[in-house]
């Protein structure tokens, strides 16, 4: 089972380190920790784990004081670890970290509809497509209730 781990000064390296060669939907490691620390006022990374050894890396966002319901970006896996199914695992492991709060009653996350791989695992863990991106028509707001 994959658990989330919140990056900090301790696992920095380790997560930083994760090998992405294909950044079409997801940047590397160093552009998803920039955008976690630039929207530090409502954004964590986290280093997904399997065991001790760092997979992937996701965003949370929370934004409770706009009544938004809780969102996720950035999330990949690592090249080495691809095509194992940890994807789905992973957003299951976020969905549990949000469950277990119970702050927020859904999430919405926004993704590129060409990326089929990830639509895919989304619509598995009970994501539905709900209106356009406003700010980009190649993007779909996919929601699911907690």
């Given amino acids: ?9 301790r696992n920095f390296d380790e ?3 994760l090998e992405r060669e294909s950044v079409e939907f997801v940047g590397k490691p ?3 920790l920039a955008e976690a620390y630039v929207y530090r ?7 997904i784990y399997s065991g001790e ?8 966002r929370d934004r409770p004081e706009a009544g938004y319901p809780y969102s996720f970006t950035g999330l990949f ?13 992973a957003v299951e492991a976020i969905m549990r970290k949000f469950r277990a709060e119970r702050f927020r009653d859904a999430v919405e996350i926004q993704v590129n509809q060409a990326n089929a791989a990830a639509l ?25 209730e907690l």
């Fill in 53 to 60: 050894t760092p997979v992937g890396l996701v965003i949370i």
């Fill in 77 to 89: 896996i690592a090249d080495g670890f691809r095509g194992r199914g940890l994807g789905q695992e």
């Fill in 120 to 144: 895919k695992i989304y619509l598995r863990c009970g994501f539905r497509e709900v209106r356009r991106a406003s700010w980009n028509p190649d993007f779909i707001v996919l929601r699911a």
């Fill in 1 to 9: 089972m994959l658990t989330l781990q919140e990056v900090t000064a």
């Fill in 15 to 17: 997560i930083v380190g």
């Fill in 41 to 47: 006022s409502d954004s964590t990374a986290f280093g």
């Fill in 30 to 32: 160093e552009y998803v």
